[in-house]
């Protein structure tokens, strides 16, 4: 199994619309893929089912490592697309306690859904490198991190990448899939300079070709309850999410890990 987890350093940045519609890309290409909402505003659960705030789901798992994950897991009309809620305890108390704190929890849930046959595993986390998110990080094989293309949403990223170093000595066989951008508008010009300006700054391999335009079909596709790609409309965004897939998929073979192939086996 591949676990990737969508961590940002702010919101606001697009990581839950990246969530959902990579995962919805993994899941068309014949992948078994379970996206898990870990982050306590259960953004991930409100867009794609309305009954989300009445399941159970992760910070459940937290609370409570005895619940069986087949409780957890909740089916979508794409039958190798899964998910889990953040659940009714996704006011667990997390926030304060130190990296490491919930660890052992994560990676035994990570275990649970790796026995049950799932190829790929997505995990849109809450913003921040401290605490929970700390630990899904080190729980994971990689991190991708979503990035606004404005100007203000830029100078956070040498501080993102910063904690992300941190965590490799905890986790040294971390892969950083790279700085997704996202929101970007072609036709403006401090988002296409906050394109280049990132793209300066830092090492080629480290921000992702494939960027996520602005688009207002995003928030029509979450006002339905559907990923983008199954709008009528979202055939370009379709595209865009096959593209961001293709590019992630390619890194983990160049790094070395074990290559996701569409005979159901990762």
Do not use: C, W
Not at 37 to 59: E, H, I, K, N
Not at 60 to 88: K, M, S
Not at 185 to 211: G, N, Y
């Amino acid at each position: 199994m591949i676990s990737i987890a969508v961590s940002s350093q702010k919101g606001g940045v697009g990581k839950t619309t990246a969530s959902i519609n990579m995962a919805h890309a993994f899941a068309r290409a014949g992948l078994r893929t379970l996206l898990v909402d870990a982050d306590p505003q259960g953004s991930v659960g409100l867009s794609l089912t309305r009954q989300s705030r009445m399941l159970s789901g992760f910070y459940d798992y937290l609370a409570d490592p005895g619940i069986p994950l087949e409780r957890l897991l909740v089916p979508t009309r794409l039958e190798t697309f899964t998910l889990v809620a953040a659940g009714q305890a996704s006011d667990y108390e997390v926030g304060g306690a130190p990296t490491g704190a919930h660890l052992a929890r994560v990676r035994g849930f990570m275990r649970a859904v790796e026995a049950r046959g799932f190829d790929i595993v997505l995990i849109d986390t809450p913003a921040g490198l401290f605490g929970l998110t700390a630990d899904i990080i080190a729980s994971s094989d990689s991190v991708l991190i979503p990035q606004q293309a404005e100007p203000l949403g830029i100078r956070s990223v040498p501080k993102m990448l910063e904690g992300l170093n941190r965590l490799r000595v905890i986790h040294p066989r971390l892969l950083v899939l790279g700085v997704l951008m996202t929101m970007v508008q072609a036709d403006m010009t401090e988002s296409r300079e906050s394109v280049m300006a990132l793209r300066q700054l830092l090492p080629e391999d480290l921000v992702l070709r494939t960027m996520i335009p602005r688009d207002g079909l995003f928030v029509k596709a979450s006002a339905r309850g559907l990923p983008i790609g199954v709008l009528e409309e979202g055939a370009g965004a379709l595209a865009v999410f096959d593209a961001l897939r293709a590019e992630i998929e390619a890194k983990f073979e160049r790094a070395g890990h074990p290559s996701l192939r569409r005979d159901g086996s990762a």
